[in-house]
């Protein structure tokens, strides 16, 4: 099993990437996906995350109305489209899986207990 991100990069204040994320040998489209970051120094916190079915997606406050997840199960990848990008949001990148639908706003770090991805760096910066 494994989970392959990519996409990350040094990009201005008020830029765009996107990040993506693949996923090799499991049952994708079974399975919760969210993307994480982590500063160093600090907890690994929650960005996004979307259901099996795409149909329901969690933002953290501080990325709402920035940032996009989504994701193509027929290709086995995770995307999260990131806008407006600001110097805060410098972090690695992490995404992971979970089986199974997200229960209410419980979508943190350790509720995604099966897979992750080896992380892909974000540096905003001018």
């Known amino acids: 099993v494994q989970l392959q991100a990519s996409g990350g990069g040094l990009v201005q204040p008020g830029g765009s990437l996107r990040l993506s994320c693949i996923a090799h040998n499991f049952t994708f489209e079974y399975y919760s996906l969210g993307w994480f970051r982590q500063v160093p120094g600090k907890q690994r916190e929650g960005v996004s995350a979307?259901?099996?079915?795409?149909?329901?997606?969690h933002y953290t406050d501080s990325v709402k109305g920035r940032f996009t997840i989504s994701r193509d199960n027929a290709k086995n990848t995770l995307y999260l489209q990131m806008n407006s990008l600001k110097p805060e949001d410098t972090a690695v990148y992490y995404c992971?899986?979970?089986?199974?639908?997200?229960?209410?706003?419980?979508?943190?770090?350790?509720?995604?207990?099966?897979?992750w991805g080896q992380g892909t760096l974000v540096t905003v910066s001018s």
């Open positions: 992971a899986a979970k089986w199974g639908p997200i229960y209410g706003n419980n979508w943190g770090p350790t509720t995604f207990n099966d897979y």
């Open positions: 979307i259901s099996p079915s795409g149909g329901t997606k």
